[in-house]
């Protein structure tokens, strides 16, 4: 949530669930509420960790973000950003390499 600060985000809301599945992080600026999904990895040998968030996952994170909005009423754009950390010691890792693709559902 550090780096997301950094980038002038303000936290929403972290772990948000509906039966479809879960949004890690909501956060906003003055423009977007961003819906992020959270990727840990320890290396990108096998794949790049935002690899993961297929066309299924996508799906269910929207219907997800579909359900909050209906809950949450905002005058933000909605936005989908992937965050890719690569830790290679987990959590003890002090410079953990970290990516983030915003709009990343195009």
Do not use: C
């Amino acid at each position: 949530m550090n780096y997301l600060r950094k980038k002038r985000y303000e936290p929403v809301t972290a772990n948000f669930r509906s039966r479809f599945g879960e949004i890690d992080l909501i956060v906003k600026n003055k423009t977007y509420l961003v819906f992020v999904e959270v990727k840990l990895r320890k290396d990108s040998r096998f794949a790049d960790a935002a690899e993961f968030v297929d066309k299924r996952k996508q799906n269910r994170l929207r219907t997800t973000a579909e359900i909050y909005l209906a809950e949450h009423e905002t005058d933000l754009q909605p936005r989908f950003d992937v965050i890719e950390i690569y830790a290679p010691e987990g959590e003890n890792t002090r410079k953990p390499v970290i990516k983030h693709w915003e709009d990343a559902f195009l």
